[in-house]
């Protein structure tokens, strides 16, 4: 699995793996795991982390518990189609606390948002008052998650 400058090995791919489940192990448990001595497996992390592979460590919360339990993914087209539109578009958006996660889709929309409230009327306020506020929205769709069968932040 190449990346831009570094070759991962089957010994980067574990503990990879590792961290993703729990980013808190020691760099002995981790040796221990993948059958590598401490040192070596320090030096393969660093490695990663100075080559973007590893971009940070962060705790998954319970966003229920932290009271943010209604989820929202919210579809947006603008209403014109221009790199000025669109960059001053991202930039607005991507200030936003309420929005998690944000991309740039294909298709009928342009954009894709991942906005997590409290409940209904907070994420009422927040599209009434902050998300349509920004200029350039032409059309936008919102869909309420009323479940999560899957959420995972492991990519290998």
Do not use: W
């Amino acid at each position: 699995m190449p990346t831009e400058n570094y070759n991962l090995d089957e010994k980067d791919l574990s503990i990879l793996r590792l961290l993703q489940k729990d980013a808190k192990l020691s760099v002995r448990d981790i040796s221990t795991r993948i059958n590598l001595s401490p040192t070596p497996t320090h030096e393969r992390i660093k490695r990663m982390e100075k080559s973007g592979i590893i971009k940070e460590y962060t705790a998954v919360l319970d966003r229920k518990k932290v009271n943010k339990g209604m989820m929202v993914v919210c579809m947006i087209a603008l209403n014109a189609h221009n790199k000025k539109m669109a960059t001053k578009f991202i930039e607005q958006v991507s200030k936003l606390k309420e929005v998690v996660e944000f991309y740039n889709i294909s298709g009928d929309f342009d954009f894709m948002l991942k906005i997590l409230a409290p409940n209904m009327d907070e994420f009422h306020d927040f599209f009434v008052n902050k998300l349509s506020e920004i200029e350039g929205i032409g059309q936008t769709k919102s869909i309420f998650v009323m479940n999560s069968i899957k959420e995972s932040t492991q990519i290998l």
